[in-house]
């Protein structure tokens, strides 16, 4: 996803508007509490392995690998409670803050894995075997990439963000006095829950060239998996803070958040099949985020 590129480039112009002026004002030294609210578009791909390169392997896509990687968007919302701390760094209004917040999400990304149908493997099954065997186009078979549906759903999250600000001339006129821009950056944990379903194969083959494998319909049965996980995330952003009364304000601000990729194994080979399945969610977000803070 280029992240690493998109984090550079999101700080450097947030870095840049911040020292557009010459700051004058800050927020007042102290603490702070507060509640947020979110919209977030969230992008999240899901890289899956099927892999039956492992010994003992008995299907029929023995010493085969099956790829893909579908990515699918949503918009979710959240709404939170946060508390910091506010002090200046020096007398021209440069200020830096610490913020710990928590957030509860509502909405989530869903998708399709298509899968991947063995042709071959099935072809030269049926031809070493009866021709006139049914074809095995009924349904996917043990060792090959199952379609399935997938969802990937924030539940909370909560997290530590720093906040270096200061007011360009700029804004004083248009805001008030005490308006001002910051930059941010943090880290978040975020726990989640990826939920996926198919509905395939699951005989076991008595030997590596014989059956029984899935012919009918009723021979495929369906199954869900549900794997909660908490996920390590990365903030950068900036964003304008405006005096609402003496000891109210509130933020308006932008930011890019990408989290750490975590492998979700679905069967990791020991079983009697020996196929080993990996599910990888991999999560970005871009969202905007409106704060209201009393000031002590």
């Known amino acids: 996803m280029f992240a690493n590129k998109k ?10 508007a911040i020292l557009a002026g010459s700051p004058v004002f ?5 603490f702070y509490l507060g509640l947020s609210a979110t919209a977030e578009a969230v992008d999240v791909s899901v890289f899956k392995t099927v892999d039956n390169t492992i010994d003992g392997n008995s299907s029929l896509s023995r010493g085969k690998q099956f790829t893909e990687r579908p990515t699918e968007s949503n918009t979710i919302s959240g709404f939170g409670i946060l508390a910091g701390y506010s002090f200046p760094l020096n007398d021209q209004g440069l200020y830096l803050s610490g913020e710990f917040d928590l957030v509860y999400h509502g909405g989530k990304v869903s998708g399709t894995l298509e899968g991947t149908e063995d042709a ?4 030269t099954y049926n031809d070493a075997n009866d021709p006139d065997l ?7 078979q ?10 990937f759903e924030k539940d909370y999250s909560y997290g530590l963000t720093l906040r270096l600000g200061g007011q360009p001339d700029f804004l004083a006129s248009a805001f008030g006095p005490g ?9 978040r944990r975020t726990e989640a829950e990826y939920i996926n379903s198919n509905n395939g194969c699951s005989v076991i083959p008595t030997s590596p060239t014989s059956g029984p494998f899935c012919l009918k319909e009723t021979d495929f049965v369906p199954g869900v ?3 909660e996980k908490d996920y390590t995330a990365w903030t950068v952003g900036a964003g ?8 109210i304000g509130m933020h308006a601000e932008a930011y890019y958040m990408d989290y750490d990729s975590e492998p979700l194994v679905q069967l990791d080979g020991s079983e009697d099949l020996r196929v080993r399945a990996v599910h990888e969610p991999d999560a970005e977000e871009y969202g905007l985020r409106l704060k209201l803070l009393w000031s002590f």
Not at 134 to 140: E, I, L, R
Not at 240 to 247: G, S
């Open 7 to 16: 984090i550079v480039r999101f700080g450097i112009l947030s870095f840049t």
């Open 26 to 30: 800050a927020m007042d030294e102290g």
């Open 120 to 123: 071959d493997a099935r072809k």
């Open 134 to 140: 049914p074809s095995f186009a009924t349904g996917p």
């Open 142 to 151: 043990v060792g090959e990439n199952w379609p399935e549906r997938w969802s």
């Open 179 to 187: 308006a001002g821009l910051y930059v941010l950056a943090g880290v």
């Open 225 to 227: 998996v549900r794997t």
């Open 240 to 247: 304008l803070h405006a005096p609402i009364t003496e000891r």
